[in-house]
Structures are given as structure tokens and as C-alpha cells.
Nanobody, 115 residues
């Protein structure tokens, strides 16, 4: 069983930055592609960034140029550096595999961008 724990969210003004962390346990972390998802109330969960086991990254158009996904396999952790935040980035952020069957979802971490 894989456990995913997200952290690092908070309240930030537009234009500000946050760095999210996702710690994984109970799996061989290094073999998995990983992604960050976000979900606003009443909306579908959306994939916003991915990173393969080899380090290749992709981003949704909505965050491209502002967010950076990275990973530290030695720490079983994936990160999301978020810069130039906008109010529309407000959501609960989750990590999980970007393709195939997902692991059980963690609690997520709330990001609120307030103007």
C-alpha cells in the first residue's frame, strides 16, 4: 500500500510563490512517474504537472512557465515550485501517479491565492 502526504500549501497573494512537497512511502518511488493534481470545490480534479522516472516534465497550459515539478528519489519526495501565483490557482493540490491506476489519494494541501 502506497501512502502519499502533501504539504506546503497556504495563503499567498497574487504574484507570490509556494513550494509544495509530496512524500511517498510504501512503494518503490523511483520507478514511478509522478504528477501534481489540483481540485477546486465543485470541479473535477485536474492534472497540472508530471515528471517521469527519467526526469522529463510536462505541464498544463494553465501553469506552464510558472510551475516547476521536480523530484528527489533519495528522499521519496516530489516537489511543485509555484511562482507568479494567480487567484485561479486556488485549489487543493494532490500528488499521485499521472497515468494508470492511481494510488489512494492523500489529504491534499490547500493553496489559496487571495487578492
Amino acid at each position: 500500500q502506497v501512502q502519499l502526504v502533501e504539504s506546503g500549501g497556504g495563503l499567498v497573494q497574487p504574484g507570490g510563490s509556494l513550494r509544495l512537497s509530496c512524500a511517498a512511502s510504501g512503494s518503490i518511488f523511483s520507478i514511478y512517474a509522478m504528477g501534481w493534481y489540483r481540485q477546486a470545490p465543485g470541479k473535477q480534479r485536474a492534472l497540472v504537472a508530471t515528471i517521469t522516472s527519467g526526469g522529463n516534465t510536462n505541464y498544463a497550459d494553465s501553469v506552464k512557465g510558472r510551475f516547476t515539478i521536480s523530484r528527489d528519489n533519495a528522499k521519496n519526495t516530489v516537489y511543485l515550485q509555484m511562482n507568479s501565483l494567480k487567484p485561479e490557482d486556488t485549489a487543493v493540490y494532490y500528488c499521485n501517479v499521472p497515468w494508470g491506476p492511481t494510488h489512494p489519494w492523500g489529504q491534499g494541501t490547500q493553496v489559496t491565492v487571495s487578492s
